[in-house]
Nanobody
Framework: QVQLEESGGGLVQAGGSLRLSCATPGRRVTDYAMGWFRQAPGKEREFVAAVDWSDSITYYTDSVKGRFTISRDNAKKTVYLQMNSLKPEDPAVYYC?????????????????WGQGTQVTVSS
């Protein structure tokens, strides 16, 4: 059983930083690609970032490149999303997802497991 547990969301001022964590206490996911998605009210869930199983290859949507960093620590069974220079357009519920393939995808339907989400709010 794959379990994903996000944490680290909250309220931050524009320009500030947050680090989201995604713990995977169940089945080992070291050979799975991991992704972060976000969903704002009234919008579809969108891809934010992903990392392949080895942590050596990462992918980002254009709007977060240079500001967000995804990483994984397979020993700690945790995936991180460091978010810097947060902007008013970043607020959403952020979801961690696992894909039973070693390489990433930008399509939410290609991910097999999802966390419950964590809210990120940015004040201007």
């Amino acid at each position: 059983q794959v379990q994903l547990e996000e944490s680290g969301g909250g309220l931050v001022q524009a320009g500030g930083s947050l680090r989201l964590s995604c713990a995977t206490p169940g089945r080992r996911v070291t050979d799975y690609a991991m992704g972060w998605f976000r969903q704002a009210p009234g919008k579809e869930r969108e891809f934010v970032a992903a990392v392949d199983w080895s942590d050596s290859i990462t992918y980002y949507t254009d709007s977060v490149k240079g500001r967000f960093t995804i990483s994984r620590d397979n020993a700690k069974k945790t995936v991180y999303l460091q978010m810097n220079s947060l902007k008013p357009e970043d607020p959403a519920v952020y979801y961690c997802a696992a894909r039973t393939q070693s390489y990433h995808s930008e399509y939410p339907e290609s991910y097999n497991y999802w966390g419950q989400g964590t809210q990120v709010t940015v004040s201007s």
